[in-house]
């Protein structure tokens, strides 16, 4: 599916939308093997829409966490999150809870090296932007170096050309016609991911060291090693990488991870949006029926031709290299510490569109990487390395490089199952398509459908937590018209939280309990059908969870992309906090706010929770028809806002967020 068709649907409405929020129609063949709408059997729709009956039912169905696991303080119902939640809105600029600073730490074009110029969005080059933080700042992570001092390592996910460069526009996917190469060229340099050192100043303020020997841009020119299974694999070659084990770059790289050993993982999201053909149907849209990877191309939407990278280099355009988007669609190992390090892609851990890769190390000393693949209709995975994480960090830096990858199977009892993606096991066969184990990785999806694993409502970030507890957002999915047992509502327009529960409290446990933590949107709505602790005030409930953190506490921590689509609710995208356990499980409270159009990314606790980091991306794109008083779509000329710099000239600017408390101290305690 095209960008034009998505722009042309009837749910988004406004040709400025982020292309991102959209993701695309369900490429899962396997609908018809869901579990079935098992909240209905038992209970009745009409039950479980109402909202505050619904928490009885949801309590009554699948137990609530809460009851065995809950704290001391929680379980009295006193709120663990010490702030006065913000008020509900949607304006120009960002807002934090009082007693809270919510400083611009980096934003799109500040130099990461020493001796670059202030940033001029009328001068751009390819080159110069190499010298500078990327666009679209997604996943934020920290490697502390000592207190106050530290590596950040912030994902540039995509651009939005109609805010980035003077006279374009929202470009026609149809034509491209104003993408140049040089303008393409500048594109490919905001992308990938930034790396630099930041440090507290005397104020304890903390700033970008722009002289630090960290400080590093990585991008889709940087060359990197395939590893695992499918490195060499024949669908891995190219005319410029015989090979197969060699790959220039990153695309789309949405959350990520900091991995026990301090290093930097990168996801690899919606790389299918990048590959181009020039064989489309007599509609424009691309048709792949007639190539040799055809059904694999379909599964998982290649090529999206959502950007004009192949018009100009020939590797992005399937006519031309069939077999690169087979490199694609990976988690992306980075040593922040080694600026000369050779990023690893890890083909072990499966290809699909990896919304984040969150890790754990499970009793075993296992390391444990869970990753949900944002689509609709698609799944929750994780992976299980074989050896155990030592004291020796380069042989730590090998552990994702073997180990098993396992798809999750929901069942109607608030049971789950994790199936193993092993060739030979089960379906996986050469029979079926399978030979080794690198046709299962490089087609994890059409392995997992042979699975029978359970289709979701757009799995986006995935944060297990010490307790053997794993959070899995679940942002929309207004194309599901069967309920499943996980995923309870048709037209999914607001998403769901599900908590699953490892048995015994082991990340590397092969099965467990689930329950649905919350159900979004607005309580107040009998048709929502929302599910929020009745304590939750009109500030507190959010839609479209999308990226989330755990804090040393335990407590977690929510933030939402709701597209284009925040008119439905009228409020920002932000960041809540949301309460697991005790009397108050399910009850969020609103902390942080976007300006308008931007969606929240992040977030990330550093500094025993003294430093929040947060990423507002995107700012003044999405849905800015529905903002009242402007109500058109945003350009560089004419953007919804100037944040953060409302500054005549300079366009809005994706930039990192540094969150602390007025006087010091740990936040929200
Ligand atoms: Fe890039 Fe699924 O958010
Ligand atoms: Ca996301
Ligand atoms: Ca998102």
Redesign the pocket.
């Known amino acids: 599916m095209n960008r034009r068709t998505i722009i042309d649907s009837s749910e988004h409405h406004n040709k400025a939308e982020a292309f991102?929020?959209f993701d695309d129609i369900p490429t899962n063949p396997n609908l018809g093997n869901t579990i079935g709408d098992v909240v209905n059997r038992r209970y009745g729709r009409r039950e479980v829409m109402r909202g505050a009956l619904a928490v009885t039912a949801t309590t009554a169905l699948f137990g609530s966490t809460a009851l065995s696991t809950g704290r001391a303080r929680a379980e009295s119902g006193a709120d663990r999150f010490v702030f006065d939640e913000l008020s509900w809105g949607n304006d120009e600029t960002h807002h934090i809870a009082e007693g809270y600073d919510a400083n611009v730490l980096i934003r799109w074009g500040d130099p990461i090296f020493p001796d670059v110029a202030d940033f001029d969005p009328m001068n751009q080059s390819a080159e110069d932007q190499l010298q500078r933080f990327g666009y679209n700042n997604?996943y934020v992570g920290f490697v502390e170096l000592e207190p106050g001092r530290g590596v950040l390592c912030v994902n540039h996910e995509y651009t939005n050309e109609e805010v980035m460069f003077p006279g374009l526009g929202r470009q026609d996917r149809a034509d491209f016609e104003g993408m140049t190469a040089e303008i393409v060229d500048i594109e490919m340099a905001a992308h990938g991911g930034s790396i630099f050192e930041i440090a507290r100043n005397g104020d304890g303020v903390w700033q970008v060291v722009l002289d630090s020997p960290y400080n590093r841009r990585i991008h889709p020119g940087t060359e990197m090693r395939i590893d695992g299974p499918a490195a060499g694999h024949a669908r891995m070659q190219t005319g410029a990488d015989p090979s197969g084990t060699q790959v220039f770059g990153t695309i789309n790289n949405?959350a990520g991870g900091i991995t026990p050993w301090g290093t930097y993982l990168m996801a690899e999201e919606n790389f299918h949006g990048y590959f181009w053909t020039d064989t489309v149907d007599g509609e424009g849209d691309p048709d792949v029926s007639q190539m040799a990877q055809a059904a694999s191309f379909e599964r998982y939407g290649v090529p999206g031709r959502w950007y004009a990278w192949g018009q100009y280099h020939e590797r992005f355009n399937i006519d031309a290299e069939p077999n690169e988007p087979n490199r694609f669609g990976y988690i992306v190992e980075v040593d922040p510490l080694d600026p000369e390090s050779v990023p690893v892609k890890h083909t072990a851990l499966g290809r699909f569109r990896h919304e984040g890769s969150e890790s754990i190390i499970a009793p075993s000393g296992q390391v444990v990487v869970y990753s949900g693949d944002?689509n609709r209709f698609d799944y929750v995975y994780k992976f299980v390395s074989a050896g155990v994480v030592g004291d020796d960090r380069s042989a730590n830096m090998q552990l994702l490089s073997e180990g098993t990858l396992y798809v999750a199977r929901y069942d109607d009892d608030g049971t789950f199952e994790w199936l193993p993606l092993v060739q030979g096991e089960g379906p996986l066969t050469a029979e079926n398509g399978f030979e080794t184990q690198g046709d299962v990785l490089i087609d994890t999806r059409m392995a997992a459908d042979l699975l029978g694993a359970t289709p979701m409502d757009r799995p986006?970030d995935i944060e297990p937590r010490a307790d053997g507890s794993v959070f899995v957002m679940l942002?929309n999915n207004t194309r599901r018209e069967e309920a499943n047992a996980t995923n309870p509502r048709p037209d999914n327009a607001f998403g769901h939280i599900l908590q699953m529960n490892e048995a015994g409290g082991d990340h590397a446990a092969l099965s467990g309990t689930w329950d649905i933590l919350v159900q979004c949107g607005d309580p107040t709505i009998d048709d929502v059908g929302a599910v929020w602790n009745p304590e939750t005030s009109e500030n507190g409930w959010f839609a479209s969870p999308?990226?989330c953190a755990v804090d040393t506490a335990g407590r977690l921590w929510i933030s939402t992309?709701q597209?284009g689509n925040w008119g439905r609710t009228g409020k920002s995208d932000g960041l809540y906090s949301l309460e697991t356990e005790g009397e108050l499980r399910g009850h969020a409270k609103l902390f942080f706010r976007c300006p308008v159009g931007g969606?929240l990314?992040g977030p990330y606790f550093a500094d025993n929770d003294q430093t929040l980091f947060l990423a507002v991306?995107h700012p003044g794109t999405d849905g800015t028809s529905d903002f009242a008083g402007f109500e058109r779509a945003s350009t560089f000329e004419d953007p919804a806002t100037r944040w953060p710099d409302f500054v005549d000239n300079m366009p809005p600017r994706p930039s990192v967020v540094v969150v602390t408390k007025q006087g010091g101290g740990q936040i929200a305690v």
């Open positions: 991102e929020a997604d949405c944002d986006e942002t999308d990226n992309d597209g969606e990314c991306q």
